[in-house]
Every structure is written in structure tokens, then in C-alpha cells.
């Protein structure tokens, strides 16, 4: 899409600039349809580099499908359609010339279930690189499934069974190993979709010490239930309903000051 070309929307509420730093990922006046529903309107967003933001919003409100407007996941589901300016570094990741195979090497993302393929973790980590040709021998391999796995805080824990498949794990040593898989191809973007919904509370707290740890590295964007685990995360929140976003701020002031009703509606428990 021709940057000109598209009709610049009123902003959505609320999307401070970053202390003049340019957005790693931008949408302006982002839409999504389901047929003829639609269930995102003209999102304007800027997200970070090195930031974790959190979507929070009630179940429904279109966190998950704006999420997958950013990595292009959308163009899978045949009856979904996307409009609108979403750019990663500046560049429209919907142009006709782009990969989107590459795309999604830039941007990876870390499901809700955790969804190893039924390989041993060692293929599980080397799938990815070995198909885009980052792996030429042995040893580029063993540093990539070790580098891999240590930056997801799984390596002490499976180095003597890389051979045993990644289902074997228990479910949050699964999403470790899912979340290994997505570093192993240097994204620069992670997103992650309720990574811990189906997670116990100390598989759940290893995933958010991992997610703090990860941001030194990568960009990433959290959709969560969670507003604890959005607190806890991340340094930027948009709270979605309805399919617009209604405020994106720094996440304490999201959660001690927000700007709208229906945010403060949100945090305070009255709906949702
Ligand atoms: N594949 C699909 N086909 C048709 N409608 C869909 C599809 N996926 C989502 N929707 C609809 O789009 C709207 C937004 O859904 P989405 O899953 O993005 O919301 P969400 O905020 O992530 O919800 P939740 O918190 O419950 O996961 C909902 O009305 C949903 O029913």
C-alpha cells in the first residue's frame, strides 16, 4: 500500500510517541473484516523496539486479530481481510513485494497452547534454521540449539535429553521450547498470544522473569487476560473493546491513571 494513498484516520485514542524514538512496528487506521464483520476499526498504534506491550481488553474485543495483523498470520484465515498502513522499520509489511515467510522470520510468534512439533526438542529448536539456510554444519547447529535454549531458560534443564521429543516436556517447559524456536531464527519482533494461559502459576512466573530477560534482545507484544501479568511485563499497554483502541500509555499509567472511562471501567473490574 501506497503510504499517500491511504486515507489517514483520526487518531485512536492515545498513542504517545516514544520519546522520539521510531516505532519498531506502526499500524495507522489498521481494519479487519470477517466477512462482513468487522473487528478491528482504524487502530493506530506504535509499538517500541525493546519494549514489551501488552493488549488488554474483554474477551472479544479484537486483541488477538490486530496481534496477527502483525506478522500477516490473518492471510491465512480465507475469509479475513485487512486494510489499512502497518509497517515494520518503516516499510509496509502488506506490499505486494514482500516475503511473507520472511516476514515472519522477523516477527515470530509463541501460541496460547504451547504446540512443539512432534520432534525431538533438538529438531524442534533446528527446524526453523535449517530451513532458512542459517545452518551449514554440526557446530553451527549445536550453537544454535544451545544458544537458543539458554536464552529461553531451558538448556540446563533438557541438555541431556535433546533427542526425546519436545512433547515429552511438561507444559512450561513446551512454551520455553516453542519460545526457543521462534529466537532461533533471529526475529526481531516476538508476539505471544496468552503464551501463558494454560500455564500453573510457576510456569507462568519462569515465562514473565523470561519475557523481562528477552526485551534486552527483542520487541515483543503480549496479549493477556492477565492485567497482573500486563503490570508485571510490559512497559507499554493498549486496552482494546470493541475492536478500537481506546487508550495506549505507559503501563503504570494505564493502571494508576488511565485516560478513558472505559479503561478505568476495565482495571477496576466493573466489566469485562
Ligand atoms: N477466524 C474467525 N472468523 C470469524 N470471526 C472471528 C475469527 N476470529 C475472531 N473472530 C471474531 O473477531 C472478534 C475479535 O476476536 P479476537 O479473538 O481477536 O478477540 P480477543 O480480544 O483476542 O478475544 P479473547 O480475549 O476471547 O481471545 C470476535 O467477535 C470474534 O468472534
Avoid at 87 to 97: A, F, N, P, T
Avoid at 161 to 190: K, Y
Avoid at 229 to 238: F, G, K, L, P, Y
Avoid at 255 to 265: A, I, S, V
Amino acid at each position: 500500500m501506497d503510504q499517500e494513498s491511504i486515507e489517514r484516520p483520526k487518531q485512536t485514542a492515545g498513542t504517545p510517541l516514544l520519546e522520539g524514538r521510531p516505532p519498531k512496528v506502526a499500524s495507522r487506521g489498521a481494519n479487519v473484516f470477517y466477512g462482513d464483520k468487522q473487528a478491528i476499526k482504524e487502530v493506530s498504534l506504535d509499538i517500541g523496539e525493546n519494549e514489551v506491550t501488552a493488549f488488554i481488553g474483554p474477551s472479544g474485543c479484537g486483541k488477538s486479530t490486530f496481534l496477527r495483523c502483525l506478522n500477516r498470520m490473518n492471510d491465512t484465515i480465507d475469509i479475513c481481510r485487512v486494510s489499512g498502513d502497518i509497517r515494520l522499520d518503516g516499510q509496509d509489511i502488506y506490499d505486494k513485494s514482500v516475503d511473507v515467510v520472511e516476514l515472519r522470520t522477523r516477527i515470530g510468534m509463541v501460541f496460547q497452547k504451547p504446540n512443539p512439533f512432534p520432534k525431538s526438542i533438538m529438531e524442534n529448536v533446528a527446524y526453523g534454521p535449517r530451513i532458512h539456510g542459517m545452518i551449514t554444519d554440526k557446530a553451527s547447529l549445536e550453537e544454535v540449539v544451545q544458544g537458543s535454549l539458554e536464552r529461553a531458560g531451558l538448556w540446563e534443564e533438557v541438555k541431556d535429553r535433546l533427542d526425546t521429543p519436545g512433547t515429552g516436556l511438561s507444559g512450561g517447559q513446551q512454551q520455553r521450547l516453542c519460545i526457543a524456536r521462534a529466537i532461533a531464527v533471529h526475529p526481531e519482533v516476538i508476539l505471544m498470544d496468552e503464551p501463558c494461559s494454560a500455564l500453573d502459576p510457576i510456569a507462568t512466573a519462569k515465562i514473565e522473569e523470561l519475557i523481562d530477560e528477552l526485551r534486552e534482545n527483542f520487541t515483543i507484544v503480549i496479549v493477556t487476560h492477565s492485567m497482573q501479568q500486563a503490570a508485571r511485563v510490559s512497559q507499554r499497554t493498549a486496552f482494546f473493546h470493541l475492536g478500537e483502541l481506546i487508550e495506549c500509555n505507559d503501563t503504570e499509567q494505564i493502571f494508576t491513571n488511565p485516560e478513558h472511562k472505559l479503561t478505568q471501567g476495565y482495571i477496576t473490574g466493573r466489566f469485562g
